[in-house]
């Protein structure tokens, strides 16, 4: 996930050079039948089986709503909801059934830290099992 819309401003030469500079890396990882996929963060306001690629103003509109939470820890829990919604839209428009994430022990000690700080310690279980059920499709 392209997530250099949360940075204010246009995009820049330089985020356009590292996106092509991660696509051509992951491309010598991946092997046959095996694609690489980047989807920039703001297409998460495309509404589902959408066929058009990235509309106008999508990124003014992810960079005003992030802008609009007060607090950097309420843009983080945000931009965590808005990047796993992606994620799982993602995954069904290219026929996934599941999702594997490579989250690092850093990654996860900070999420258990921050949501227990934060008084969310009853929903951590679900937060770092290994099979999550709660953002399934019924």
């Given at each position: 996930i392209d997530e250099s819309a949360?940075?204010?401003?246009?995009?820049?030469?330089?985020?356009?050079?590292?996106?092509?500079?991660?696509?051509?890396?992951?491309?010598?990882?991946?092997?046959?039948?095996?694609?690489?996929?980047c989807v920039p963060l703001e297409?998460?306001?495309?509404?589902?089986?959408?066929?058009?690629?990235?509309q106008p103003g999508q990124r003014e509109r992810l960079q005003a709503l992030l802008a609009a939470v007060g607090d950097a820890t309420g843009r983080e829990d945000l931009a965590r909801h808005l990047r796993t919604r992606l994620l799982l839209a993602t995954a069904a428009a290219l026929g996934c059934s599941c999702v594997a994430r490579g989250d690092c022990a850093t990654t996860l000690a900070t999420h258990i830290v921050a949501e227990a700080a934060k008084g969310c310690g009853y929903s951590l279980p679900g937060d770092v099992r290994l099979v999550d059920a709660r953002w399934a499709e019924s």
């Amino acid at each position: 996930i392209d997530e250099s819309a949360t940075q204010p401003g246009p995009p820049t030469e330089q985020q356009a050079s590292a996106r092509a500079a991660v696509a051509a890396a992951a491309a010598a990882y991946c092997g046959e039948g095996v694609q690489y996929h980047c989807v920039p963060l703001e297409a998460v306001f495309e509404e589902a089986g959408s066929s058009e690629q990235q509309q106008p103003g999508q990124r003014e509109r992810l960079q005003a709503l992030l802008a609009a939470v007060g607090d950097a820890t309420g843009r983080e829990d945000l931009a965590r909801h808005l990047r796993t919604r992606l994620l799982l839209a993602t995954a069904a428009a290219l026929g996934c059934s599941c999702v594997a994430r490579g989250d690092c022990a850093t990654t996860l000690a900070t999420h258990i830290v921050a949501e227990a700080a934060k008084g969310c310690g009853y929903s951590l279980p679900g937060d770092v099992r290994l099979v999550d059920a709660r953002w399934a499709e019924s």
